[in-house]
Nanobody, 117 residues
Framework: QVQLVESGGDVVQPGGSLRLSCAAS????????MGWYRQAPGKQRELVAT???????NYADSVQGRFTISRDNAKNTMYLQMNSLKPEDTAVYFC???????????WGQGTQVTVSS
């Protein structure tokens, strides 16, 4: 079984920064894709950024240039550095882990990010 635990969510002022972490535990196959998604109240969950086990990253247009996704494969941990935060970034941020070969997908419980003055 795989477990994902997010941390780092907080309340921050517009223009501020936060760093989210997602720690994976359990049986983690080396070939996997990880990603951050977010869901604001009344809206559907949306992709923020993804990263492959090889380090190839992809970003939503809304966060390109402000957010940076990274991972430490030795620690089975993924990060999201968020800079120049805007009120519209307010959401619950979820971590996702996918194993392409088996098709299995796992989600974390989410961490709240609130951007407000």
């Amino acid at each position: 079984q795989v477990q994902l635990v997010e941390s780092g969510g907080d309340v921050v002022q517009p223009g501020g920064s936060l760093r989210l972490s997602c720690a994976a535990s359990g049986i983690i196959y080396s070939i996997n894709d990880m990603g951050w998604y977010r869901q604001a109240p009344g809206k559907q969950r949306e992709l923020v950024a993804t990263i492959t086990s090889g380090g190839r990253a992809n970003y939503a247009d809304s966060v390109q240039g402000r957010f940076t996704i990274s991972r430490d494969n030795a620690k089975n941990t993924m990060y999201l550095q968020m800079n120049s935060l805007k009120p519209e970034d307010t959401a619950v941020y979820f971590c996702k882990l996918a194993f392409p070969r088996s098709g299995r997908i796992y989600w974390g419980q989410g961490t709240q990010v609130t951007v407000s003055s």
